[in-house]
């Protein structure tokens, strides 16, 4: 997959490093960016500060968390590394702890890292290829396995009980809704990062619902989105970031695992009450 190769290189990839806690577990992903000259330290320690500052929303599937920050001067360019941990650390997560593979992502805008963040969130939704990620032994087998073609994974949640709904109701199921916006947002700490990871799994539901051609999907940050709350039916999101916005004025649910078609498919049934 070229989009993944043209932002991570062999000299990115770590496998098996110690670290202490989840600020060297950043620092080290962080460090691999200035090595590769994508960023400076300022980077690494944004990285390491929106996590203080928002808790440990960037872990956003078990064992896996996605470092990142805002694009700034201390971006050079768009980038990624990758650091296997030799033992799991705590990053405070109920659901997703402790984390073993930490990536992280230097974006210079909005745009460019897109389809490498399809790609990835598709990849990590696999359990078969997550499982070769956690036991590739070396540099070369990790890109190896993130460059060849995507795995056969369903559009939608695994489970084969429900069919996909009808087209969606006028109202969600919360009474304070309105009509139906036809607009779902996830939201992040950088609207750049994690949001993006779970708009990627929600369209894949909302393909497999056919409903795609009826909701869009914005990924954004939490300031942006207290102001755009307004044209949204809902917002998915994580417990740290929904604590974060509060009453919005639309619903509001927390997703534990982005990477998950099956959580997602669930919250949609729920908050379209369908």
């Known amino acids: 997959m070229s989009h993944l190769s043209r932002l991570l290189d062999l000299e990115s990839i770590c496998l098996d490093e110690p670290a202490r806690d989840w600020r060297a577990a950043v620092a080290l992903a962080g460090e691999l960016l200035e090595r590769a000259g994508a960023t400076s330290g300022e980077y690494t320690q944004a990285m390491i500060t929106s996590v203080e500052e928002?808790?440990?929303?960037?872990?956003?599937?078990p064992g896996f968390a996605f470092a990142h920050a805002r694009p700034s001067e201390a971006v050079h360019r768009t980038a990624m590394s990758w650091v296997r941990l030799a033992r799991p650390v705590e990053f405070g997560h109920a659901a997703n702890d402790p984390v073993t593979l930490v990536v992280a992502l230097s974006a210079k805008d909005k745009k460019e890292h897109l389809q490498a963040m399809r790609t990835l969130a598709t990849?990590?939704?696999?359990?078969?290829?997550?499982?070769?990620?956690?036991?590739?032994?070396?540099?070369e087998e990790?890109?190896?396995?993130?460059?060849?073609?995507a795995p056969a994974s369903p559009a939608g949640p695994a489970t084969t009980e429900q069919a996909a709904p009808a087209e969606p109701a006028a109202t969600t199921s919360t009474e304070?809704?309105?009509d139906s916006r036809n607009k779902i947002l996830t939201v992040c700490g950088n609207g750049l990062g994690t949001s993006l990871f779970l708009k990627n799994t929600l369209e894949k539901v909302l393909d497999h619902w056919g409903w795609s051609r009826y909701l869009t999907v914005e990924a954004t940050d939490t300031i942006s989105a207290r102001g755009k709350a307004k044209e949204a039916d809902l917002i998915l999101t994580s417990g740290e970031i929904a604590r974060t916005l509060g009453d919005v004025g639309v619903p509001v649910k927390v997703v534990e695992n982005f990477t998950s078609t099956t959580e997602l498919d669930a919250a949609l049934r729920e908050l379209y009450d369908v």
């Open 142 to 149: 990790v890109l190896a396995v993130l460059t060849e073609d």
């Open 54 to 61: 928002n808790g440990p929303y960037i872990v956003v599937a």
């Open 176 to 178: 304070q809704a309105a």
């Open 123 to 139: 990849l990590l939704g696999s359990p078969e290829t997550r499982t070769a990620l956690d036991t590739a032994s070396t540099p």
